[in-house]
T-cell receptor, first 110, second 120 residues
Framework: LAKTTQPISMDSYEGQEVNITCSHNNIATNDYITWYQQFPSQGPRFIIQGYKTKVTNEVASLFIPADRKSSTLSLPRVSLSDTAVYYCLVGRTGGFKTIFGAGTRLFVKA | GAVVSQHPSRVICKSGTSVKIECRSLDFQATTMFWYRQFPKQSLMLMATSNEGSKATYEQGVEKDKFLINHASLTLSTLTVTSAHPEDSSFYIC????????????????FGPGTRLTVT
């Protein structure tokens, strides 16, 4: 399983765009990149998933360069409620296990 | 979206007793469920992979006789913490993947809300 590295924490202000980068140098050909959000005392919640280039949904964008050794989660115009821990996971789809890294603790200030 | 429930959400038990936590996929079937534990301010740690109709696969360092996992149906997995001790106090989270996931689609894990176990 590919190991992921993310910044431990980030601070931002309301209304700003936040970019969280995840490094996964050992990503395999069949691996997808998935990001989850977790609030205290809750289970993680799916944000976005991608394999290459750019993926966008109503919540975030995911940028993946051609070598796929890193990925960047982009949260547009964050609000206080986006304060949470964000996890980048790398692994195969279809029921295979995935391992959580340390995650990035994002703190959004007013 | 798909929903995974856990019961109970919070449990306090005395040291030496056993506690069972249920994980249910409410509107989809899951041949595979995962059990995690999470200590305060730490990441989720995968404990085991629960397979419907077969034995669970435990991660290294997780005692299979202490953490009994049963995946009796396509919508239910249970985790029993046997002879619980204060060091077993933690937040236990399960997740499931949809049996009907199709290659090329989005494959997300659906997580339960977690169970807070406190052993006194």
């Amino acid at each position: 399983l590919a190991k992921t590295t993310q910044p431990i924490s980030m601070d931002s202000y309301e209304g700003q765009e936040v970019n969280i980068t995840c490094s996964h140098n050992n990503i395999a050909t069949n691996d997808y990149i998935t990001w989850y959000q977790q609030f205290p005392s809750q289970g993680p919640r799916f944000i976005i998933q991608g394999y290459k280039t750019k993926v966008t949904n109503e919540v975030a964008s995911l940028f993946i360069p051609a070598d796929r050794k890193s990925s960047t989660l982009s949260l547009p115009r964050v609000s206080l409620s986006d304060t949470a821990v964000y996890y980048c996971l790398v692994g195969r789809t279809g029921g295979f296990k995935t391992i959580f890294g340390a995650g990035t603790r994002l703190f959004v200030k007013a | 979206g798909a929903v995974v429930s856990q019961h109970p959400s919070r449990v306090i038990c005395k040291s030496g007793t056993s506690v069972k936590i249920e994980c249910r996929s409410l509107d989809f079937q899951a041949t595979t469920m995962f059990w995690y534990r999470q200590f305060p301010k730490q990441s989720l740690m995968l404990m085991a992979t629960s397979n419907e109709g077969s034995k669970a696969t435990y991660e290294q360092g997780v005692e299979k006789d202490k953490f009994l996992i049963n995946h009796a149906s396509l919508t239910l997995s249970t985790l029993t913490v046997t002879s619980a001790h204060p060091e077993d106090s933690s937040f236990y989270i399960c997740s499931a993947r949809d049996l009907l996931f199709r290659a090329g689609g989005i494959d997300e894990q659906y997580f339960g809300p977690g169970t807070r176990l406190t052993v006194t």
